[in-house]
């Protein structure tokens, strides 16, 4: 087989595949790499400097001498045709030394900036770096923090062609193993053309029913390594600055990287307001919609009064009244999520004060219907996912339509319905209200309290088999 004439044959001469002939002796070697992910300097200081060198050597001593004395670390023998194109398309630079031997040096280009703050996952006190697109620097952030052999990686390569380095890292002693073996065969079957992020992956692990997600992505390496040390999986994929943490529990979501650089009385307290935030995010629009539709006798007559007062001239129901005024909303959120960040967050601002005062003197809505949407909605960005985020939109349509229907009986029905979903949720066969159904006294010293460590706390018994963890 010719493989220069394959290769140029398959890619159909593309401007960016480089093919350099030298003919040394009796023997020719041909040189391919790719220029725009190949380092150029590194082929010429640590390839073509050392071939000018040579003289005199046999076909054998030349291929050893050029797999001994290459100044690299990363050079393979290649024996088929498939595994050079893999090479080739990762950054190596092929030599082919008589189209018969074929080595593979590294020569990668560093096509992605260093590590930078993260951009959803604020912190106050932690550290301030973040996951970028490489996966070596990835793992990089990870080992610094990790200093310990047991952290082993088990790679995959998915995607019919991206061929996307997928990563499984674990701390052996620490996480069951059948959690890593379950894990490995969900992604051995994952059958796709291409994986261009992480989140690619979540349809393929995540076949729970629940609206709420049973993934967790982040971007910081603090809160990643925390989650190793607890007897969980890290999902690292090339090209994405998002690393998946399996499984995850409905309560890792009202968690976050800060909780652990404080006071635990502060971080309790910071822990309860976004219970109660996701509390009013789901039911404060339903409530109101059944205390002015269906419930009116249970306010107070001054409040009563000065609800119809404002309602008077809305020609709406408080239900279509409140489904127009969330739908403004998420309009306006998905606006300034798209808009350029050079315009800022003006025009959402701008459009938000202007449109709702302007509905106002217009009769459209009333002024508290706007109050309820307007804390529904910033108690719901209180939590980071923005997955946790879409799911509490749904849960709040829910209850809303129930609660226009049967008043506060379908509020009742909503939160009935929601416990269910949640309660019914499985994050790779673990129990998603985990460590609350089933109950584990041990563990809600972290749950939505943080109580102060002992000296000496349990792991997780569901995740880890070590059974003592440090301070």
């Given at each position: 087989m010719n493989y220069v004439q394959k290769i140029k044959e398959e890619s159909e001469n593309a401007d960016d595949y480089i093919y350099k002939d030298i003919k040394l002796n009796d023997n020719i070697i041909n040189i391919i790499n790719i220029e725009t992910i190949t380092s150029s300097d590194d082929i010429n200081n640590f390839i073509l400097k050392k071939i000018s060198f040579l003289e005199n050597l046999q076909t054998?001593?030349?291929?050893?001498?050029?797999?001994?004395?290459?100044?690299?670390?990363?050079?393979?023998?290649?024996?088929?045709?498939?595994?050079?194109?893999?090479?080739?398309?990762?950054?190596?630079?092929?030599?082919?030394?008589?189209?018969?031997?074929?080595?593979?040096?590294?020569?990668?280009?560093?096509?992605?900036?260093?590590?930078?703050?993260?951009?959803?996952?604020?912190?106050?006190?932690?550290?301030?770096?973040?996951?970028i697109e490489h996966y070596n620097t990835n793992l990089g952030l990870i080992r610094r923090r990790i200093k310990n052999i047991n952290?082993?990686?088990?790679?995959?390569?998915?995607?019919?062609?991206?061929?996307?380095?997928?990563?499984?890292?674990?701390?052996?002693?620490?996480?069951?193993?059948?959690?890593?073996?379950?894990?490995?065969?969900?992604?051995?079957?994952?059958?796709?053309?291409?994986?261009?992020?992480?989140?690619?992956?979540?349809?393929?692990?995540?076949?729970?029913?629940?609206?709420?997600?049973?993934?967790?992505?982040?971007?910081?390496?603090?809160?990643?390594?925390?989650?190793?040390?607890?007897?969980?999986?890290?999902?690292?994929?090339?090209?994405?600055?998002?690393?998946?943490?399996?499984?995850?529990?409905?309560?890792?979501?009202?968690?976050?990287?800060?909780?652990?650089?404080?006071?635990?009385?502060?971080?309790?307290?910071?822990?309860?307001?976004?219970?109660?935030?996701?509390?009013?995010?789901?039911?404060?629009?339903?409530?109101?919609?059944?205390?002015?539709?269906?419930?009116?006798?249970?306010?107070?007559?001054?409040?009563?009064?000065?609800?119809?007062?404002?309602?008077?001239?809305?020609?709406?129901?408080?239900?279509?009244?409140?489904?127009?005024?969330?739908?403004?909303?998420?309009?306006?959120?998905?606006?300034?999520?798209?808009?350029?960040?050079?315009?800022?967050?003006?025009?959402?601002?701008?459009g938000g004060l202007v449109l709702g005062d302007a509905a106002v003197n217009a009769g459209i809505v009333s002024p508290i219907m706007i109050i309820v949407v307007a804390i529904s909605a910033i108690s719901g960005l209180l939590i980071q996912s923005i997955e946790a985020i879409n799911s509490i939109r749904w849960y709040r349509f829910l209850v809303i339509i129930l609660s226009s229907i049967f008043g506060y009986y379908g509020i009742f029905l909503g939160t009935i319905l929601i416990l269910t979903n949640l309660s019914d949720a499985k994050s790779l066969d673990k129990d998603y209200l985990y460590p609350f159904a089933p109950i584990n006294f041990q563990e809600q010293e972290d749950g939505f309290l943080k109580i102060s460590k002992p000296k000496v706390k349990l792991r997780n018994p569901i995740l880890s088999n070590n059974k003592v963890r440090g301070k």
């Amino acid at each position: 087989m010719n493989y220069v004439q394959k290769i140029k044959e398959e890619s159909e001469n593309a401007d960016d595949y480089i093919y350099k002939d030298i003919k040394l002796n009796d023997n020719i070697i041909n040189i391919i790499n790719i220029e725009t992910i190949t380092s150029s300097d590194d082929i010429n200081n640590f390839i073509l400097k050392k071939i000018s060198f040579l003289e005199n050597l046999q076909t054998n001593d030349l291929v050893n001498y050029l797999y001994n004395y290459l100044p690299t670390t990363s050079i393979n023998k290649i024996k088929d045709y498939d595994t050079l194109k893999d090479k080739l398309l990762n950054g190596y630079t092929i030599l082919i030394i008589n189209n018969k031997e074929i080595l593979a040096v590294e020569t990668r280009r560093n096509l992605t900036s260093g590590p930078r703050e993260t951009d959803y996952e604020k912190t106050i006190l932690g550290p301030k770096d973040a996951f970028i697109e490489h996966y070596n620097t990835n793992l990089g952030l990870i080992r610094r923090r990790i200093k310990n052999i047991n952290l082993h990686t088990k790679s995959f390569s998915l995607g019919k062609y991206t061929k996307t380095k997928v990563s499984l890292l674990y701390l052996n002693g620490i996480v069951k193993k059948e959690l890593v073996n379950k894990i490995s065969k969900k992604l051995q079957k994952i059958n796709i053309d291409g994986i261009i992020d992480s989140n690619y992956l979540k349809k393929y692990l995540n076949t729970s029913k629940s609206l709420f997600p049973t993934l967790k992505s982040t971007e910081r390496p603090d809160l990643a390594s925390e989650a190793l040390l607890e007897g969980k999986v890290l999902l690292l994929v090339d090209n994405s600055p998002e690393v998946l943490i399996l499984p995850t529990f409905f309560i890792d979501f009202f968690h976050t990287s800060d909780d652990y650089y404080q006071k635990s009385i502060n971080a309790s307290f910071i822990r309860l307001i976004r219970l109660i935030a996701f509390i009013i995010a789901i039911f404060l629009p339903a409530i109101y919609v059944a205390l002015t539709t269906h419930n009116p006798d249970s306010m107070p007559i001054n409040l009563l009064l000065s609800f119809q007062s404002q309602r008077i001239s809305v020609p709406f129901p408080a239900f279509v009244e409140a489904i127009l005024m969330i739908i403004a909303f998420e309009i306006l959120r998905e606006s300034d999520i798209r808009i350029p960040s050079t315009m800022g967050s003006a025009v959402s601002i701008l459009g938000g004060l202007v449109l709702g005062d302007a509905a106002v003197n217009a009769g459209i809505v009333s002024p508290i219907m706007i109050i309820v949407v307007a804390i529904s909605a910033i108690s719901g960005l209180l939590i980071q996912s923005i997955e946790a985020i879409n799911s509490i939109r749904w849960y709040r349509f829910l209850v809303i339509i129930l609660s226009s229907i049967f008043g506060y009986y379908g509020i009742f029905l909503g939160t009935i319905l929601i416990l269910t979903n949640l309660s019914d949720a499985k994050s790779l066969d673990k129990d998603y209200l985990y460590p609350f159904a089933p109950i584990n006294f041990q563990e809600q010293e972290d749950g939505f309290l943080k109580i102060s460590k002992p000296k000496v706390k349990l792991r997780n018994p569901i995740l880890s088999n070590n059974k003592v963890r440090g301070k």
